[in-house]
């Protein structure tokens, strides 16, 4: 043996003995790790959910795991937004798999660009410490619902959507952003560089209603009045009144109290409201963002020429910016336009308004700061600057009541 070797040296030294031995001993002695059993990866571009493939016996196990409509958006252009998938249809995709698959699956989602249709639910104030942990410059995170069980989260900066501010809970709005981050069980979503759009937060007057009415506004049959702050609605009747919703009910002169319903004969599909009595004051306070609003919009039927008013509270201020004075600017209905001084706090303008067709309502608009110049401000001594309050009295019906800036 030892002649054999020392005769072959050359031979068994060389590069291809080498690879020879090497295989051979390979072959003979190693056994597969028990750590590399089992091999994950999560196909993105598979079909098949939770897919199991064994073979021999050292078992090798591949599991697919794919979301049926994620490489469509993954594919995505890099400046589209999407309204799929959406929030339920992530949730509903990442909880058919296993709770291992769940956390791998999750994170395909990342870097899609959507666009979804959300509630308003909360707005809450980022400390500055959170602002320096997460490295952002937002004031605010806004958080909206898609339904029960889905959620979203998005930092903003008020400053830069100041509508937040008169939000209601449960306001339609659009969320636009890029997924930064998916629960585990995929139950919350967090947008990043978010965008958010107002479009069915003030609607127009809906079909039904001649838009040709509202002269004021000119040609308003493509869709909502421009520049929309808030709407005062009455989707709450006839369940809960109006003092539950923000108003306050005063009995200044009469002890019976009005009785509120919806009103039967509606110029569209928007609930109205309808008093019955006389003798109360029913008092709106602005909140800050909406007191800013310079116009004010909605149709009404009044029931008595005299005791029906709809009252505007405004604050003014004198030319050199150094005296402010609030005073009331009462509405009543007549043939002619006019307008009358009551007292050093308070004017009364008469109006027609314009009678909506086939209907008994008609449609009012107050330019603020018009009615100011007209009454407090003659002679240019007081400029208005917000509305305070709006005030109904007596007998009257309205529509849900627009503030625009």
Same mark, same amino acid.
């Not at 030294?13 to 999560?42: D, E, K, M, Q, W």
């Not at 769940?102 to 660009?113: E, I, M, R």
């Not at 249709?117 to 909206?144: G, N, P």
């Not at 449960?170 to 069980?185: K, N, R, Y």
């Given at each position: ?73 993954? &594919? *995505?252009?890099?400046?589209?937004? !999407?309204?799929? #998938?959406?929030?339920?249809? %992530?949730? $509903? ?120 009415? &509202? *002269?004021?506004?000119?040609?308003? !049959?493509?869709? #909502?009045?421009?520049?929309? %702050?808030? $709407? ?137 700061? $018009? ?35």
């Amino acid at each position: 043996m030892m002649h054999w070797i020392w005769d072959n040296k050359q031979w068994l030294f060389s590069g291809v003995a080498v690879a020879a031995i090497a295989f051979f001993y390979r072959l003979l002695f190693h056994r597969p790790s028990p750590g590399n059993s089992n091999v994950v990866s999560a196909d993105r571009n598979s079909s098949l959910i939770g897919s199991p493939q064994a073979s021999g016996s050292n078992i090798t196990q591949n599991i697919h795991i794919g979301v049926p409509s994620a490489p469509t958006h993954l &594919a *995505q252009s890099t400046n589209t937004y !999407s309204e799929s #998938p959406t929030l339920d249809e %992530i949730y $509903e995709q990442v909880k058919r798999l296993p709770v291992y698959q769940q956390s791998l699956v999750k994170d395909s989602f990342l870097g899609l660009k959507v666009r979804w249709a959300v509630k308003f639910a909360d707005l809450k104030t980022v400390s500055d410490a959170e602002r320096q942990l997460w490295k952002i410059d937002a004031t605010h995170d806004l958080l909206a619902d898609s339904s029960e069980s889905c959620g979203i989260r998005v930092h903003v900066d008020i400053d830069r959507f100041p509508r937040l501010k008169v939000l209601h809970k449960g306001t339609p709005i659009q969320v636009a952003g890029e997924i930064d981050f998916v629960s585990d069980d995929a139950r919350f979503v967090r947008l990043k560089h978010g965008d958010i759009t107002f479009d069915d937060f003030c609607p127009g007057v809906r079909k039904g209603i001649a838009w040709e009415a &509202a *002269q004021t506004w000119g040609d308003l !049959s493509a869709g #909502p009045a421009p520049g929309c %702050i808030s $709407e005062i609605r009455f989707d709450y009747l006839p369940e809960r009144d109006p003092e539950n919703e923000g108003w306050e009910l005063v009995m200044d002169q009469r002890p019976d109290r009005p009785t509120f319903s919806v009103a039967s004969d509606p110029p569209g599909d928007d609930k109205c409201l309808c008093i019955r009595g006389t003798g109360y004051r029913l008092d709106y306070k602005t909140e800050l963002g909406e007191s800013s609003c310079k116009t004010v919009q909605y149709s009404a039927k009044l029931g008595d020429s005299d005791a029906s008013v709809v009252y505007a509270q405004v604050r003014m201020v004198s030319r050199d910016g150094q005296i402010e004075w609030d005073g009331w600017i009462g509405h009543k209905f007549d043939t002619t336009r006019s307008t009358k001084k009551l007292d050093d706090g308070e004017w009364t303008l008469r109006d027609p308004g314009t009678l909506l067709p086939n209907t008994k309502w008609r449609s009012f608009a107050w330019s603020l700061p $018009e009615e100011v110049e007209r009454t407090f401000g003659k002679g240019g001594v007081w400029f208005y600057k917000r509305l305070l309050r709006i005030r109904l009295r007596g007998p009257l019906s309205v529509t849900p009541i627009r503030l625009l800036e």
